[in-house]
């Protein structure tokens, strides 16, 4: 059972650790995947492997500690 289906899920940090788990997660319980990270070389990874799963990924830019990025 996919509890996630088409639901679009926002996982900051997702460029490593904590984060892509759970965007990996996300994506196998059937969401598609923002990922959000300041590191564009990990976070294109996240993407490939969210994509892997089968499900739809796209990488956001961002340091969410800074108001004005969020």
Same mark, same amino acid.
């Given at each position: 059972?996919?509890?996630? #289906?088409d639901i @679009? @899920?926002?996982v900051t940090g997702a460029g490593s650790g904590v984060g892509r788990t759970t965007a990996l997660v996300c994506a196998r319980e059937g969401a598609l995947v923002a /990922? /959000? =990270? /300041?590191d &564009? =070389?990990?976070?294109?990874?996240?993407v490939r492997q969210v994509r892997v799963v089968?499900?739809?990924s796209a990488f #956001?830019? &961002?340091d969410v500690t800074q108001a004005a990025q969020t």
């Open positions: 059972m996919t509890l996630l #289906i @679009v @899920v926002l /990922v /959000v =990270d /300041v &564009a =070389d990990n976070s294109e990874e996240t089968g499900r739809e #956001i830019q &961002a």
